[in-house]
């Protein structure tokens, strides 16, 4: 059985998938009392299938999978109910980060504004135990700032470097995990180092938020709500591990879906749960009203990317950005022209079909874009597979329509105007060139080894369902 990216001709997935679960199992159902069979029994033994997620090619290895099945619900009340035991010493601070994209499957699935849904998720997880809920668009601040200056320095550095143009995005796991095993040097040296907005978030979390608390990071148990279980390999990687505190950045994802699950396990409806204010990392003050970035259906890089290199570069202010769509609403461009000549093009490029395609302009030295946002999932991260599948595992496209309403009325605020990052750059970070910045907000991507190359695969793309299978074909 190979999942629906796979170009391998035998896969393994499966069976690892099946022994990772079934260690996992066996690991966890021998903690003392193991107290989740009471009250989530039913709950905590739903098990992560790989195909849900969207990073093609290679195969887990057995210990990858078998920590991948801990990131689940059974790890969460695991936490959850440790904390319900005499045993103070044990016990953990639960902070739990939603996403910007999770809130409109909450809003559009049970009616609600996405002001309201989001109070209302914060007073479901707080009436489970959980310490602290926070908004993760402070991290996506910081992910599109860097981001940005990262993309002015590469340009200036264009005729010297390389590699220093085209810049790929880095938000999307599925993507990375793309490049790094299957891509590997033809892409890695172009992707930003600015981590992602879940990444940056652990860090703010299990670090300026861990100092303010006076707690040691590895006391604070972080989930993230997510709308892909991509998110959920993200978290794992070994550069956002900190040996000093034995700590993950983040500790487990939940995918928006995961969280209903819980919810109609309890037999609770978001309707019915009191509204709470939700957390922020500055002590007692609360967050106010949702905010977005630019962008459709995502975090917007292109958007403030593009309207920053052209300002900073060319001393032109862009208040409004037009798309032209290429072969498919998912691949669009963008253009800066001056003076007769086109100076930025960038592009948008959603799902494996649309990745294949600019791959393979970027072999044939035929790549004329400088910044292209890529995103795994058809549609942009709205469309998750942790929150836009249906039980039968089609796409819910009346939900997704919904939801896509639901972010694109969300106001819009830049990362520039929030003074709260500003004041972290000073106080926490140093100043924005600091070497604390590099080490906190960003990372190294580099190709992993493979045992053969999948550079000369032909490929093809197929539309089923509304979602993009990229299969291979015959050289």
Not at 189 to 204: F, N, R, V
Request: overall charge neutral; glycine content about 4%.
């Amino acid at each position: 059985m190979k999942c629906e990216n796979c170009t391998k001709k035998e896969c393994s997935k499966k069976q690892k998938n099946d022994d990772a679960q079934s260690t996992s199992v066996d690991v966890l159902s021998s903690n003392d009392d193991f107290e989740e069979k009471n009250e989530f029994f039913t709950l905590a033994n739903a098990k992560i299938l790989l195909s849900d997620c969207l990073a093609c090619d290679n195969c887990m290895t057995s210990e990858e999978g078998a920590r991948v099945f801990q990131q689940n619900q059974k790890e969460f009340f695991r936490i959850l109910n440790l904390n319900k035991k005499c045993d103070t010493s044990k016990h953990k601070v639960l902070a739990v980060s939603i996403c910007p994209q999770s809130l409109p499957y909450f809003a559009a699935k049970f009616s609600l504004s996405v002001n309201d849904a989001a109070k209302r998720l914060c007073g479901f997880l707080k009436s489970l135990g959980v310490h602290y809920v926070f908004d993760t668009t402070i991290a996506a601040d910081f992910s599109i700032l860097e981001s940005q200056r990262e993309f002015v320095q590469r340009y200036q550095r264009r005729n010297q470097e390389e590699h220093a143009l085209p810049m790929f995005a880095s938000a999307c796991p599925g993507w990375i995990r793309y490049a790094e095993r299957v891509l590997t040097n033809l892409v890695t040296p172009h992707i930003c180092t600015a981590k992602s907005p879940q990444q940056i978030m652990g860090s703010l979390v299990k670090g300026y938020f861990a100092r303010q608390q006076n707690l040691s990071p590895e006391k604070i148990f972080h989930v993230v709500v997510a709308p892909c279980y991509d998110k959920k390999l993200e978290a794992l990687r070994e550069d956002f591990y900190t040996a000093l505190y034995n700590s993950q950045e983040v500790d487990c994802v939940l995918t928006s879906g995961e969280i209903v699950q819980i919810m109609e396990q309890k037999n609770v409806s978001m309707k019915d749960v009191t509204e709470v204010a939700v957390d922020s990392l500055f002590g007692e003050i609360k967050e106010g009203d949702v905010v977005r970035h630019d962008g459709k259906r995502s975090d917007g890089y292109l958007e403030h990317i593009f309207k920053h290199a052209a300002k900073e570069l060319f001393g032109m202010d862009v208040k409004e950005i037009t798309y032209k769509a290429l072969k498919n609403k998912d691949f669009q461009e963008v253009t800066l022209e001056k003076d007769g000549e086109t100076v930025l093009r960038f592009a948008a490029a959603y799902g494996f079909r649309n990745i294949q395609n600019m791959v393979l302009k970027l072999k044939k030295g035929k790549f004329l874009y400088h910044f292209v946002e890529v995103l795994a999932c058809p549609g942009g991260c709205l469309n998750g597979k942790g929150q836009t599948q249906t039980e039968d595992g089609k796409p819910d496209k009346a939900l997704l329509s919904q939801m896509e309403d639901v972010y694109a009325a969300i106001p819009v605020r830049l990362p520039e105007a929030n003074v709260y990052v500003q004041k972290m750059y000073q106080d926490w970070l140093e100043g924005m060139d600091s070497r604390k910045v590099q080490e906190t907000l960003h990372t190294k991507y580099s190709a992993v080894n493979q045992t053969a190359s999948n550079l000369d695969i032909k490929w093809k793309g197929v539309q089923n369902h509304g979602k993009t299978h990229t299969q291979p074909k015959s050289p």
